[in-house]
């Protein structure tokens, strides 16, 4: 049950963020690194992030009615991984390379309190 809302709540976290990357990617950079991305490459590489995370929280909704025998732990699994380094990389371009937006620590803590949660899940799946 703890893997299936953590299922729906990435599914509803990443897919948002995902399509907001899609529409308007110097808006999601500003507001998460306060900085601007001008350059054409930059904005296909920030597009195809929002992809990734629209695909993301597509598999997650997709698998949240999924049962401990089929893919969940492998897919909260990767989920541990994204969320974990999600959070290096951001405290990475915070503290190292002073690129902070209003969103930035709020994001950081969401991520490492979703890895938290896959742990969590994680473990609880090895008890059973």
Known sequence: ?????????TAFVEMPTGLMLLLS??????????ASIDAPAALVVARMAGAALISLGGAC????????NLP???LVAALLLYNSVA???LAHAGV??????VLTWPVIA???ALAIWCIACLRRGRRV
């Open 61 to 68: 909704w997709l698998a949240r009615n999924d049962g401990p």
């Open 72 to 74: 969940v732990p492998g």
């Open 25 to 34: 990617p110097a808006l999601v950079v500003a507001l998460l690194l306060g």
């Open 1 to 9: 049950m703890a893997a299936r809302k953590l299922l729906m709540v």
């Open 96 to 101: 190292v390379a002073r690129l902070l937006g």
């Open 87 to 89: 959070v290096a990389v």
């Open 110 to 112: 969401l991520h490492a």
